[in-house]
């Protein structure tokens, strides 16, 4: 702890010296207002100033706190977002509407992995098939966007410190003028494996006689990620701009105890290019380019376990006993137009992006030869989307569109022999391919009815689709005695999901209530399960093709009270149902919610949070997932607002509970099976300095 208040010192005398963002741009009201005004009851945004007041080590973990959003911790990072019991590719994770795809096949770096928050000024989710301007969104979206520059010269650091030797610090400058502007940033954090509620780090989550349990010094570090980036924009005309965005991140030694393997880097690039202009003419509102290009090198192995210690890895004169090198590459490219017809508006546009996947595993079962575990697979994807929004009465509006997609796939390195003596299952059957061609339609028809200016409804119908990702289509690890083989299966068809909404979301000056509840009918659900390899009777972890049911609901409300006092709470609940098999489908979070109350006047604040989650009983017994039991934790906060100058501070699962959420439990390929325990009290402080 004396070492924790030493960093800090040092850390608060550094930042004396630099420029970061006042912590509430926006005030309590302000965000009440926003939410209440512009957000339909399918959506949620978090704010900047929200997460920056949280210790969330990432946007995966920032995310969690909105209703119908939790995520699978595999770690001390890295946490990948679950929205409505939808995760991997059922959903969209885009920053600034860029596709990127992490490069590890156990979703080690999922997308929002690559994004730092100081890039980002706001969080968007979209819940349900309801977005069309991208391919895929089958169960939502969600878009961070970047932070724009304002006019003059502005400039901010912002520095986290806290237990286990937390740091998180960012510094952001800019210069802005009528005709352009630029902004750079940079951003490093770093943290030791924190204390679950038990005492005992994450890292010891295995006794020291399991192979899985790490051999490196308990206060090695658990993550270290370099970001930075660099935008620029040109403004041709008034209403015409052009922007280049470029970031690079360097990720080294993140730890995963939740798998096999840990991580030896992420490196990733990233390229994005806009070109918007804006009211051209009487009839154009809009038109829209953009280009953009990204790439991940990720590399993990076995070398901080006690597996890599086997005498046989010496013996073949190697360090690791499995590794796992991959990279990913996404490029894509968009065209929007918005157009006003009528009374109301026309927005219509053609997308294309192009996914390369490839990733070569040795290991000791298979005496180091490397197997084509993602065969260099080939992804592309050509849609084109109409959407028509429309007041119909003086309260009553109408939205609905429409998106058809073209998708082929190829596994080049994926040969015929391989495909018939590895891939052969009951499940995925003969004559398999390496070559899927996919075509789909989906659709949305919404309607929103201010029926007073207090109270407003919201009905959507929608019908969303998604490819099977390179993953499910062609994985393929032979681990011969080792345990099952994780196989894909070529003969995976698109998952098609039918959802119907329903909202209502009740206003006034100083509150708003949502309550939103929906149902989605899935046919072809993309479902992990087992299955025996037909040439050589082995195990095998494969995909299927499942009819599912979700359904469930939310609920958030923010109240000021009088004295500058708020309330806040929410509840999330969701039923997923395989109903070819009548069992739950598997990695479902319970019902979960949180209430705050806090107190703030704009200059000063205290908050203090009970987060909870029910126990979950549903379970998949095909995967033997297990239950988990409920729990809550409390978490307590206070800060200032001077200027230039903001200062939060505050405790985290005070109380030190031991708890575990259902969704870190196991995800294969690479899934150790044990549970990794959520962090115990956590302390952290941040300060900002920031002018504009
Ligand atoms: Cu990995």
Redesign the pocket.
């Known amino acids: 702890m004396l070492r924790i208040y030493k960093q800090l010192t040092t850390t608060i005398l550094a930042i004396f010296f630099f420029a970061s963002p006042a912590l509430s741009a926006t005030t309590m009201l302000d965000d009440i207002n926003i939410r209440a005004d512009s957000q339909a009851p399918t959506e949620e945004s978090l704010t900047i100033r929200e997460v920056m007041e949280s210790p969330a080590r990432d946007l995966g973990e920032a995310l969690e706190s909105v209703p119908g959003l939790n995520s699978v911790n595999k770690g001390a990072i890295a946490n990948d977002i679950v929205l409505r019991g939808m995760q991997g590719d059922d959903i969209n994770v885009f920053l600034d509407g860029v596709r990127l795809y992490?490069?590890?096949?156990?979703?080690?770096?999922p997308p929002s992995f690559h994004f730092d928050f100081a890039e980002v000024e706001q969080l968007k989710v979209i819940k349900g098939p309801y977005d069309l301007e991208n391919p895929g969104s089958l169960g939502g979206m969600v878009n961070a966007i970047s932070k724009q520059p304002p006019q003059g010269p502005a400039a901010n650091v912002s520095i986290t410190a806290g237990s286990f030797s937390l740091i998180d610090s960012s510094a952001t400058a800019s210069m802005g003028s009528e005709s352009g502007d630029v902004l750079g940033g940079y951003a490093y954090k770093s943290s030791h494996s924190p204390n679950a509620g038990d005492g005992s780090r994450q890292l010891e989550v295995y006794p020291s006689t399991s192979p899985r349990s790490y051999i490196i010094d308990i206060d090695s570090n658990a993550y270290e990620i370099h970001t930075a980036w660099i935008k620029g924009g040109y403004n041709l005309q008034d209403n015409v701009r052009s922007e280049l965005a470029y970031s690079y991140q360097n990720a080294e030694n993140v730890l995963?105890p939740y798998?096999f393997?840990?991580?030896e880097y992420?490196r990733t690039h990233r390229v994005n290019w806009t070109l918007k202009a804006d009211k051209l003419d009487a009839a154009v509102n809009a038109i829209d380019l953009q280009l953009y290009w990204n790439s991940v090198e990720?590399?993990?192995h076995d070398e901080f376990r006690k597996s890599s210690l086997n005498p046989m890895v010496t013996m073949n004169g190697k360090t690791y006993s499995m590794q796992?090198d991959?990279s990913t590459s996404v490029y894509g490219a968009k065209a929007k137009g918005d157009w006003l017809l009528g009374a109301g508006k026309l927005t219509t546009g053609i997308d294309y992006y192009y996914r390369n996947w490839d990733a070569v595993n040795e290991a000791m079962f298979m005496t180091y030869m490397p197997q084509p575990m993602l065969p260099d697979i080939d992804v592309n994807n050509i849609g084109a989307f109409v959407e028509y929004s429309q007041p119909l009465a003086h309260s009553l509006k109408i939205k609905g569109g429409a998106r058809v997609d073209h998708t082929t796939t190829e596994a080049n390195a994926l040969t015929q022999a391989r495909l018939d003596s590895l891939y052969v299952t009951n499940i995925s059957g003969a004559n398999l391919s390496n070559k899927n061609d996919f075509s789909a339609a989906s659709g949305n028809i919404q309607l929103a009815w201010q029926a007073t200016p207090e109270l407003e409804f919201f009905s959507g119908i929608g019908l969303g689709t998604r490819t099977p990702d390179p993953q499910e289509l062609y994985i393929g690890l032979n681990r011969a005695s080792m345990g099952p083989s994780w196989l894909g299966n070529p003969n995976l068809d698109s998952t098609l999901n039918r959802q119907i909404d329903f909202g209502a979301k009740v206003t006034g000056e100083k509150f708003f209530l949502n309550a939103s509840v929906f149902y989605s009918s899935l046919n072809d659900f993309i479902t992990l399960t087992q299955d025996i390899v037909v040439s050589t009777g082995n195990a095998a972890k494969t995909y299927q093709n499942v009819d599912a049911s979700l359904w469930g609901g939310e609920l958030s409300s923010q109240l000021a009270l009088p004295l500058d006092f708020y309330l806040r709470g929410s509840l999330a609940y969701v039923r997923g149902e395989n109903e070819d098999k009548d069992q739950p489908l598997s990695e479902i979070a319970p019902l979960n919610g949180s209430i705050s109350a806090r107190w703030d006047n704009d200059t000063y604040f205290a908050e203090i949070t009970e987060r909870f989650a029910a126990g979950q009983d549903r379970v998949d017994p095909d995967l033997s997932e297990e239950t988990t039991p409920g729990w809550a934790v409390t978490d307590i906060k206070a800060g200032a607002n001077w200027e230039k100058w903001s200062l939060a501070a505050g405790v985290n699962n005070i109380f030190d509970i031991y708890y575990l959420t259902h969704l870190s439990y196991q995800r294969d390929p690479?899934a150790s099976g044990v549970k990794v325990p959520e962090v115990g009290a956590f302390i952290y402080t941040t300060l900002s300095y920031s002018f504009y």
């Open positions: 992490g490069g590890c096949p156990s979703r080690m770096d995963y798998l393997m840990d991580a992420d990720h590399l993990m796992t991959s690479f």
